[in-house]
């Protein structure tokens, strides 16, 4: 290990700490594995859904916590003091490498000209699945047309960046058939906080997962709640368990519990320790999104042993590796998908393979996607050994 004198230092940059979101734990968890850097985390808060009290943050960060606004005034609501963009700008010549987990402008703009400026080693990392993508809106022309060119700033700010981190091989492509000229490094999410291997069980009842953020558009609610109707229909003894919050999905999933009570249940956000106890219980896992990056709550939940099942998009089915970690169903076949959950039903009947089974696929992910896999290439790649290997 690394002499904490001679550590580099790293700049990680985030959307909301207080929001917590995949990206935010993500990049936290990459700071505290490093070995070669010490790191700080910078965020531009919002404050529109707080996961996390500032406190927690706080906590979890041990006084690595860099809150920035525009012009750094204090927000009494939730407590903290944010130094001004200017100010974040000039510490940032006290870094070595920076980390961009964050594709909104407020970060992009002066973070990469202060990169250039300052000639540090930049790195984007694409965990935003529709950066690339056209969204579809209701909203009011004026405001497609200001999002547009948001949109377009927004990429020509990344196209930019000399070096992107991709979580799957249809971002590496797009970003080819768009013209970046950059490093591209396919490095995914990774692996930690592995269970003992008698933690992993096959429960009493047959429990079916959905973990993400209630967004209908992204993460494919408006599906979750056709396939939860179709395969209760057909199967009373299952059981959907759902943990997330904020956006317009939250309705939706009140409304399915109130329609099958007792076999939906409606969880919220929890925490880390709650979460991996809903891992622990549960026996199959549910991803309904439109499009994903590389989804971290498949390698969460594989690491507990669940299979999954998922749509044919980007990112799912990058993760499959064998036919024993999950099922990929057309995209948007919400019939089919609700027939694979019934047959995963039949499957968990034989609770002796079941039990094999899980703890094959817990082998499998931490084979690909252990800490010990992964870490040393996002160091390599934060500190530029791999540009040295290929000179």
């Excluded at 500032?54 to 960060?61: Q, V």
């Excluded at 999905?249 to 009570?261: D, P, S, T, V």
């Excluded at 439109?290 to 980007?314: C, M, S």
């Amino acid at each position: 290990m690394t002499n904490a004198k001679n550590k580099r230092k790293l700049a990680i940059f985030v959307e909301d700490i207080l929001y917590f979101g995949g990206a935010e734990k993500y990049s936290v968890e990459l700071g505290m594995r490093m070995k070669n850097f010490e790191f700080a985390c910078f965020t531009f808060p919002r404050n529109k859904i707080m996961r996390i009290s500032l406190d927690k943050a706080e906590h979890i960060l041990k006084g690595r916590l860099v809150f920035f606004s525009y012009l750094g005034r204090k927000n009494s609501k939730v407590g903290y003091k944010p130094v001004c963009m200017l100010k974040m700008v000039r510490m940032l010549s006290n870094y070595d490498s920076i980390y961009i987990a964050d594709s909104s402008l407020h970060t992009l703009i002066p973070v990469v000209i202060a990169s250039a400026l300052y000639k540090k080693r930049c790195v984007f990392g694409m965990h935003d699945p529709a950066i690339f993508r056209a969204t579809k809106t209701r909203k009011s022309m004026p405001y497609k047309i200001i999002e547009r060119a948001y949109d377009r700033i927004r990429q020509y700010f990344i196209m930019h960046i000399p070096y992107i981190q991709v979580l799957n091989n249809s971002d590496e492509s797009m970003l080819k058939a768009q013209g970046y000229e950059g490093r591209i490094y396919h490095i995914t999410p990774f692996i930690y906080d592995k269970p003992k291997i008698k933690q992993i069980k096959v429960n009493k009842n047959f429990n079916a997962l959905f973990v993400g953020r209630l967004d209908i558009q992204h993460k494919g609610l408006d599906f979750l709640c056709k396939i939860i109707d179709s395969a209760l229909e057909k199967n009373k003894d299952i059981t959907f368990h759902i943990v997330g919050s904020g956006k317009e999905g939250e309705k939706l999933i009140k409304e399915a519990e109130n329609k099958h009570k007792g076999n939906v249940v409606f969880h919220g956000f929890l925490d880390e320790k709650r979460l991996n106890g809903m891992y622990r219980n549960s026996d199959l896992l549910l991803v309904t999104s439109r499009y994903e990056g590389f989804p971290a709550t498949i390698l969460e939940a594989q690491n507990w042993g669940l299979p999954f099942i998922a749509f044919d998009v980007k990112g799912p089915k990058e993760a499959l590796s064998s036919s024993i970690q999950g099922t990929i169903i057309k995209a948007f076949d919400t019939e089919e998908y609700a027939k694979e959950i019934i047959r995963y039903f039949e499957k968990w009947k034989d609770k002796e393979n079941y039990i094999k089974a899980k703890l094959e696929i817990v082998s499998i992910i931490n084979k690909n996607y252990g800490e010990k896999v992964i870490m040393p290439k996002m160091e390599q790649m934060l500190g530029g050994d791999f540009d040295k290997e290929d000179a």
